[in-house]
Nanobody
Framework: QVQLVESGGDPVQAGGSPRLPCEVF??????MGWFREAPGKEREGVAV????????YYADSVKGRFTVSQDNANNTLYLQMDSLKPEDTAMYYC?????????????????WGQGTQVTVSS
C-alpha cells in the first residue's frame, strides 16, 4: 500500500522547535519533501530532499530555520522546524515525486499525505 502519514502538528508558540515526522509506506521516488498551504495562499514547497544523493532544497523563507532529513532504517522523513514564526502557520504536507527535477515544485509531486496543521502563536 502506497501511503504517506504525517503527524506532529500541534499548536506552538513563536520561537518553538517542533519536528514533523512523515511515515513512508510503499513509496520509492526521486524526491521527497514537505509543502505547506496557508489559508488564502497557494501550496508552496518548503523543504525537499533528492533521495539518492541526499541533496536538499529549501524555500528562501525557511532557509537556516528548517531542516529536512530522511531515516531510511525507519522509513521516515522529518522536518525539523526551528525559530518558528506566526507566518509559518499552515497545513503541512509530506509528498513524493518521480520527476528528476521536481525540487520545490508541488505540481511535480504525485503522492501526498493527508497533512498536519501547524499553528504558531505570537
Amino acid at each position: 500500500q502506497v501511503q504517506l502519514v504525517e503527524s506532529g502538528g500541534d499548536p506552538v508558540q513563536a520561537g518553538g522547535s517542533p519536528r514533523l515526522p512523515c511515515e513512508v509506506f510503499g513509496v520509492r521516488r526521486e524526491y521527497m519533501g514537505w509543502f505547506r498551504e496557508a489559508p488564502g495562499k497557494e501550496r508552496e514547497g518548503v523543504a525537499v530532499i533528492y533521495v539518492v544523493l541526499g541533496t536538499t532544497y529549501y524555500a528562501d523563507s525557511v532557509k537556516g530555520r528548517f531542516t529536512v532529513s530522511q531515516d531510511n532504517a525507519n522509513n521516515t522523513l522529518y522536518l525539523q522546524m526551528d525559530s518558528l514564526k506566526p507566518e509559518d502557520t499552515a497545513m503541512y504536507y509530506c509528498a513524493a515525486s518521480i520527476v528528476r527535477l521536481a525540487r520545490l515544485n508541488p505540481v511535480a509531486y504525485d503522492i501526498w499525505g493527508q497533512g498536519t496543521q501547524v499553528t504558531v502563536s505570537s
